[in-house]
């Protein structure tokens, strides 16, 4: 029923007002639901823009450095001039031009290889002249191949005689020698094999299936629940070379440190088959390139905490981190650890928000930074003193400069933007990303963590998950010695044959002198 229309003036003045008071709200009503769609539809465009990248786009965070200027200019151009008329069609002659060409030869093989002679020689009577007399050798035409022989199997049969007593003097007994002391005992497998299969799933990414067929091409049928038995009780010996490794590490000062996620296969039988899954850790600890070899892993069942804090008890001196919570519960925990920041986290923020929310923006703060990374290419090699002299000079009036376009962004830009999260990262970790400057043993980024953690990512697409907490403790175990050894140049196959024929009979205290950094080929037993 429609209310009935007032026929005072003033009545329906004060009608007029009131409707023209709601009509407002509505709109203004209207235009913050719109105003908040329209951000969701933005922020829901940058994160499916962000999903094809990832699926179908370049992973390398490269760029040309003029690029993206270029682009914010295009952008600007596009913006603020209409599309010119389309040109008419000239046909030009383009001079010729000599292309520079980069010869590409096979290359010469390994000296050390071995050679095997395969001579091709021309039959019987071309060696003889038409009078009857030899052809002379005069030389030979040499043509190399790379060949290949398949890795073999073998049987390696440990005798130890047995030495009697004549007759009349049996109370002397049988003398035989003792059995040498195994890694694992009444193990099938020698020291070789287990190394081979430790290398070939921890340093090489072969799961332990496609091991099983590899060994039955020849004919030697050995299934994967026992190479994985293998595997853990070697990982669990070893632990104490890489407690030494440890050791090594943490007396440096400097730790570069970071984690990824694996999968942890649970013993829960009140959970579905398809549920047993959940989300472990493996964290990472490396030396700086020029403090030594040192990498060590260390699996954890969540991102808690407790796992950091019992693996750094012990610790005192500098991490390189990114900005993860924990890391500052840490240090409020443990006043002898500093937090250094990473400028190459800092540098994906702003990349990100130069690709989807704020491309002009975006684009200053990649090219400064990049600015900064020149310095640092130029000094990597230079000594301590040298190194402070240039960062102060040159690249501290770099991040004043980023720190003040920081804060004067700050306060305008959207909060859910892609800017604003890099902006909020930069400015909230500030005091640990300068700290380089004033301190020659710390790189700019922890980029040295991040490369320690990219044969993880690889390997976990091929093993899948970790058995159970014990083999996730081995597999770091058995990670922290392969990276060493790799980043010590040495060929982790002879290191650990050697390892795993010492150990059983060393003591605790002789491992530092036999660690990746210090041990060499010559201390092999064959």
Known sequence: MTAAIPSDVMALQALVVEQNAVIARLNQQNETVIALLNEQLTKLRQELEWCKRQLFGRKSEKIDPSQPFFDALMIQAIETNPPADEAPKVETTVAAHTRKHTPHGRGELPAHLRREIEVVDVPAEQKVLPDGTDRPVIGHEDAERLAYTPAEFFVKVTRRPKYGSPAGAEENGVVIAPV????????????TLLAHVIVSKYADHLPLYRLESVFQRSDVKITRQTMWRWMKECGLALEPLKLAILTQLFATGLVHSDDTPVDLLEDDIEKPRGKQIRQARLWVATAAPRAGPWTVYDFTRSRATEGPESFFKNYKGR???????????????????????CWAHARRYFLEAHRTSHPREGAEFVAIIGRLYEIEREIVDADDATRLRVRRERSRPLLNEIHARIESLLPNTPPKSGLAKALAYANGIWPRLIAFVDDSQVGIDNNPAENAIRPIALGRKNWLFVGDYDAGRAAANLMSIIATCKRAGIDPFAYLC?????????????LATLLPGKWTPAAVKR
């Not at 002391?181 to 020291?191: S, V």
């Open 180 to 191: 040498p002391e195994r890694l694992i005992p009444r193990c099938l497998a020698d020291e």
């Open 498 to 510: 050697d390892m795993l024929v010492r150990i059983p009979s060393m003591k605790t205290t002789e």
């Open 319 to 341: 991490i390189v981190c990114d900005a993860y919570t924990i890391y500052d519960r840490l240090i409020e925990r443990n006043a002898a650890l500093e937090l250094r920041g």
